[in-house]
């Protein structure tokens, strides 16, 4: 079946540093894959997204790239703010236009 | 930018007890889910609603669970008799194929 797989946390970084949390997944043919974040009590946002091979989702300054012959969406930025200091989620998009979810990796910036 | 609400933000209830979760999607979008997630674990698909039925449940979503549209606006999720296992956040989502929106979710501590 559908399933993703995402890299554990937290992670922890100093502002500025190069962030990449890492994303796989297992698929039947070419779903849509999403990052999703959710801040400290909030809900969850859509990030970016990206639906088919070799396409670049990007927003805020965070890019994944969809990697067919890898499997992967790894979720990448130059340089984190203290902002940044969520818990990032990697899905697959299912049937009904359901989501998959990773287990979420929780992301620290530290000033 | 439109969003889905969701009341209350926090229920506390006894084991035992009837619950419902309340959403409001955004006016216009055609496909509703409920997810949930236990603290410390990933997001969980509980339900898909389409066209006025369920389109889609997980084998979470079992006789316990009901989903409504009572109005035409309104989208309600009821568990009848809820155990402990029920204490998670619960996420309404509402969307189209292109995005989905995500509610701020109700926190349910069953007692």
């Known amino acids: 079946g559908n399933s993703v797989t995402q890299m554990e946390g937290p992670v922890t970084l100093s502002e500025e540093a190069f962030l990449t949390i890492n994303c796989t997944y297992t698929?039947?043919?070419?779903?849509?894959l999403f990052w999703y974040v959710q801040y400290p009590g909030e809900g969850l946002q859509l990030l970016l997204k990206?639906?088919?091979a070799d396409d670049k989702g990007s927003n805020k300054g965070f890019e994944a790239t969809y990697r067919k012959e890898t499997t992967s969406f790894h979720l990448e930025k130059g340089s984190v703010q203290v902002s940044d200091s969520a818990v990032y989620f990697c899905?697959?998009?299912?049937?009904?236009?359901?989501?998959?979810w990773g287990a979420g990796t929780k992301l620290i910036i530290k000033p | 930018e439109p969003e889905v609400t969701q009341t209350p933000s926090h229920q506390v209830t006894q084991m035992g007890q009837e619950v419902i979760l309340r959403c409001v999607p955004i006016?216009?979008?055609?496909?509703f889910y409920w997810y949930r997630q236990i603290l410390g674990q990933k997001v969980e698909f509980l339900v898909s609603?389409?066209?006025?039925?369920?389109?889609?449940k997980s084998e979470i979503f079992d006789d316990q669970f009901s989903v409504e549209r009572p109005d035409g606006s309104n989208f309600t999720l009821k568990i009848r008799s809820t155990k402990l296992e029920d204490s998670a956040m619960y996420f309404c989502?509402?969307?189209?194929?292109?995005?989905?929106?995500f509610g701020s979710g109700t926190q349910l501590s069953v007692l």
């Open positions: 899905a697959l998009g299912g049937s009904n236009y359901q989501l998959i």
């Open positions: 698929a039947t043919g070419y779903p849509s």
């Open positions: 989502t509402s969307g189209t194929n292109e995005k989905l929106f």
């Open positions: 006016s216009n979008h055609l496909y």
């Open positions: 990206a639906t088919k």
């Open positions: 609603f389409y066209n006025n039925e369920i389109s889609e």
